[in-house]
């Protein structure tokens, strides 16, 4: 039974044994938001219901109906928002604390990205089942399996959910998920390390995995040979039969970066896009994470959001916190349109229908000075040089379009050197603080159109 049908009984309950006042002005604006481990925790709309619920006189009828609706040692605690908030900190910052102090506690992966908590719908029905079927059968099928796909599409929860399924099933198997970067950290300590065995154990961490998960790996770089040691871990695992899985923000022969020898064996085995989910799978995602999350919200909200909100599924679970936590804030249970509109007032709705490349262009040449002719003409001076590869890497960033359109803009340039441009700049963005501002003033200048 839904906890929300079971609370609805109790309520039924508790209506017989307390005043009518009483009973509209308090109880009635409760709300359930979890029951687990024999506790029962509602949701005051506020400081002062609280209190008045947790009252002795009230809060004893409130726990016997309770009990006599779920089991009879069910524990209730009436919390308001703000209080539960603090408490759940609390106890992530406990549990983080114990992860830290011992190491082996430490969950591998998150317990949130699952399977089953995975919407599935036509623009990722492929990637997932060739997950599930490497889960299921590590090293049998597709091997290496390489995923890719735009930010926020749902890579990085379906590497930890061949994670959590594996670690249930197949306990004896040695699992390992790194991001790239991770790898790269690793391998260039272990080579700075000045312990004789640094490397060694390097490779023991390394090449000892049955099943080796590398996310975001198009940061690929090729520090102190890193893509060489990357090399030889790929081969090494490939030969003794162990399972390798790879995900990236976009195909092999689009990371300008990597080694001829990695693309192509990354090709020998199984690549596979995921895509920008459609409106249903948007809905079914946000009505999913409601679910889970115990939000409250009404149908006309759920899709408000989907068609509000681009295709980026981490987008779209920020906007629905913050519309639920509005309604919160101003003491409601359950999130109307209203709260949606007022809690997403700020929300630019300028900012996707109407930003297009000749946009990002004037605005950059507003911003260095420089006239559109010189921007997608040829001149190699710094000056000019900067603002063209800035400009090219905000009009990937921002707009889909193909990197062969992008070229087109700028003067019938080629393919590959919009991609070098476009890598330069998401590189600096990453290494130097000055560029990311940069990048980020312009795009605030251009959402604000
Ligand atoms: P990526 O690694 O591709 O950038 P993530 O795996 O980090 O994306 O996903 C971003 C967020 O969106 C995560 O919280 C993830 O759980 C959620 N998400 C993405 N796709 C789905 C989906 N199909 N069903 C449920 N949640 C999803
Ligand atoms: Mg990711």
């Known amino acids: 039974m839904l906890l929300l049908d079971q ?9 017989n044994e307390v ?16 029951y687990a481990n024999d506790e029962l925790i509602l949701l005051a709309p506020s400081v002062v219901a609280k209190n008045q619920v947790n009252q002795p006189g009230i809060f004893e009828k409130v726990t016997k109906c309770v009990r006599e609706e779920f089991t009879p040692y069910t524990f209730v605690r009436v919390t308001e928002k703000v209080e539960y908030e603090e408490n759940v900190r ?12 011992s190491p082996s506690y430490k969950p591998k992966f998150n317990p949130k990205y699952t399977f089953d908590n995975f919407v599935v719908g036509k623009s990722n029905q492929v990637v997932c089942a060739a997950m599930q079927s490497v889960a299921e059968r590590p090293s049998e099928k597709f091997n290496p399996l390489f995923i890719y796909g735009g930010v926020g599409l749902g890579k990085t929860h379906l590497l930890h959910a061949v994670g959590n399924f594996l670690t249930k099933t197949r306990p004896d198997l040695n699992v390992l998920y790194v991001t790239c970067d991770k790898f790269t950290n690793d391998f260039v300590n272990s080579i700075r390390n000045s312990k004789s065995n640094a490397n060694a154990d390097f490779r023991e961490k390394y090449r000892t995995v049955d099943v080796l998960m590398i996310d975001d790996i198009q940061f690929i770089s090729n520090r102190m ?11 090494d695992l490939y030969q003794n039969n162990k399972q ?3 995900a ?9 970066t990597l080694e001829e020898r990695l693309r192509s064996r990354f090709s020998s085995g199984l690549i596979q896009d995921i895509q920008e989910p459609d409106y249903e799978t948007k809905v079914a995602i946000i009505r999913k994470k409601c679910s889970q999350e115990g939000y409250l919200v009404d149908d006309d909200v759920i899709d408000f959001i989907a068609q509000k909100t681009s295709t980026n599924v981490r987008e779209m679970e920020g906007i629905l916190s913050k519309v639920v936590f509005y309604s919160s804030l101003i003491g409601k249970s359950h999130a109307s349109m209203d709260d949606a509109r007022e809690a997403l007032k700020d929300y630019g709705e300028t900012e996707r229908t109407n930003l297009d490349a000749e946009k990002i262009m004037n605005t950059v040449c ?16 710094k000056e000019i040089v900067e ?63």
């Not at 509209?24 to 938001?33: R, Y």
């Open 7 to 15: 609370w609805k009984k109790v309520l039924n309950r508790i209506e």
């Open 19 to 34: 005043t009518a006042v009483i009973f509209d002005l308090w109880i009635n604006t409760l709300t359930p938001i979890q």
């Open 90 to 101: 609390k106890q992530e910052a406990e549990l983080e604390k114990i992860m830290k102090e």
């Open 225 to 235: 040979g890193t893509q060489e040691e990357f090399f030889h871990t790929f081969n």
């Open 244 to 246: 390798i899985i790879i």
């Open 248 to 256: 990236s923000d976009r195909p092999p022969k689009e990371i300008s």
């Open 366 to 381: 507003d911003f260095f000075k420089v006239s559109k002719e010189e921007l997608i003409g040829k001149k190699k001076n």
């Open 387 to 449: 603002p063209r590869q800035l400009c090219i890497y905000l009009i990937n960033d921002m707009l889909s379009i193909p990197l062969t359109a992008i070229g087109e803009l700028f003067g019938g340039r080629d393919h590959t050197t919009i991609m070098h441009a476009r890598d330069k700049i998401s590189n600096q963005v990453k290494i130097n603080p000055h560029v990311r501002t940069l990048v980020n003033d312009i795009k605030s200048q251009l959402l604000k159109y």
